[in-house]
């Protein structure tokens, strides 16, 4: 059964910028689509982005050009730089593999999140 870890969030002012990497763990990094989650207090869950079995890639309006989503299929970790942050972003950043519905929510595999707090 595939797990999804997430690792590298944590708290950094408004401008900052991390890097949120997932993992798979006890088995082979999935062959489908992969995204990026996340929810903040109070709200419901939202993509991130997506990076789909051809290689393209969706972002969220409010993320893009700020949010780069990317997959080391060598080390089985998919990852998703964040640069200038802002508190909005503010929110638990989950990790999703493989596509199986049409809903947006829509994922078979779903990591534990990892918490990106942005203070001003």
């Known amino acids: 059964q595939v797990q999804l870890v997430e690792s590298g969030g944590g708290s950094v002012q408004t401008g900052g910028s991390l890097k949120l990497s997932c993992a798979a763990s006890?088995?082979?990094?999935?062959?489908?689509?992969m995204a990026w989650f996340r929810q903040a207090p109070g709200k419901e869950r939202e993509l991130v982005s997506s990076?789909?079995?051809?290689?393209?890639?969706i972002y969220s309006e409010s993320v893009k050009g700020r949010f780069t989503i990317s997959q080391d299929k060598t080390k089985d970790t998919l990852f998703l730089e964040m640069n200038s942050l802002q508190t909005e972003d503010t929110a638990v950043y989950y990790c999703?593999?493989?596509?199986?519905?049409?809903?947006?929510?829509?994922?078979?595999?779903w990591g534990q999140g990892t918490q990106v707090t942005v203070s001003s």
């Open positions: 999703a593999a493989c596509k199986n519905g049409p809903r947006l929510g829509d994922f078979t595999h």
């Open positions: 990076k789909n079995k051809d290689g393209t890639t």
């Open positions: 006890g088995y082979q990094f999935p062959n489908c689509a």
